[in-house]
């Protein structure tokens, strides 16, 4: 089935500074989108890219779906504490075949903010 | 609006017992899902409902797992018998439809098998 390559898998960083994670994939997405999950709760959804090259922001977070659609980033600029948690990719198939629908996660990127 | 209810929020079993967790789906949403999340990794899909039709069961454990959502609307997972590996943070979520890729999770139920 289809993996999703998430990198880093940790992050430390000081409150202001911008970050950046990425996410690879062997297989074609037809969405890809950005998660995060914070302790003892569900992922709540950040960002959702549907084009390939497009780039959407939500605030303080960009995102970017890759050209060859098997791939995405997303970057946080001028980080504060409550960034802290971990961050999911995950790609979507489109239509056709039984995976239609399907939402595959990366491993996570974990954010630690110090203050 | 109210989110996706999922209950018991925590569960302690010893193996081979059984356990069943509910999920409450947003209003309207016709897609549901139940992942898997073990400590330390991304959620895995175990489920995907439409409406009360199964549309992806590939990753399901069918030998111990089953999950049913009779109605359309809230759905049960079972585990029995439990393993040790089954310990992990059992997801809820739920979509308008199938296309969409906008899930929204409950806060999960956690499974500990001792």
């Known amino acids: 089935g289809q993996q999703l390559n998430q990198s880093p898998q940790s992050m430390f960083i000081q409150e202001g500074e911008d970050v950046s994670m990425n996410c690879t994939s062997s297989s074609i997405f037809n969405t890809w989108l950005w998660y995060k999950q914070d302790p003892g709760e569900g992922p709540v959804l950040l960002i959702a890219?549907?084009?390939?090259?497009e780039l959407t922001s939500n605030g303080r977070l960009t995102a970017q779906f890759g050209i060859t659609r098997k791939d995405s980033f997303l970057n946080i600029s001028a980080s504060i504490p409550s960034d802290v948690g971990i961050y999911f990719c995950?790609?979507?198939?489109?239509?056709?075949?039984?995976?239609?629908?399907?939402?595959?996660f990366g491993q996570g990127t974990i954010l630690t903010v110090h203050p | 609006e109210a989110g996706v209810a999922q209950s018991p929020r925590y569960k302690i079993i010893e193996k081979r017992q059984s356990v069943a967790f509910w999920c409450n789906p947003i209003?309207?949403?016709?897609?549901l899902y139940w992942y898997q999340q073990i400590l330390g990794q991304g959620p895995k899909l175990l489920i995907q409902?439409?409406?009360?039709?199964?549309?992806?069961d590939s990753q399901l454990p069918k030998d111990r797992f089953s999950a049913e959502r009779l109605k359309g609307v809230d759905s049960t997972l079972k585990i029995q018998p439990a393993k040790l590996e089954d310990s992990a943070v059992y997801l809820c979520?739920?979509?308008?439809?199938?296309?969409?890729?906008?899930?929204?999770f409950g806060e999960g139920s956690r499974l500990t098998v001792l």
């Open positions: 409902f439409q409406n009360n039709g199964v549309v992806d």
């Open positions: 979520a739920s979509s308008r439809h199938r296309e969409a890729g906008e899930l929204f």
């Open positions: 209003s309207g949403h016709a897609t």
């Open positions: 995950a790609g979507q198939l489109g239509a056709g075949g039984t995976s239609y629908g399907k939402l595959t």
């Open positions: 890219l549907y084009k390939a090259g």
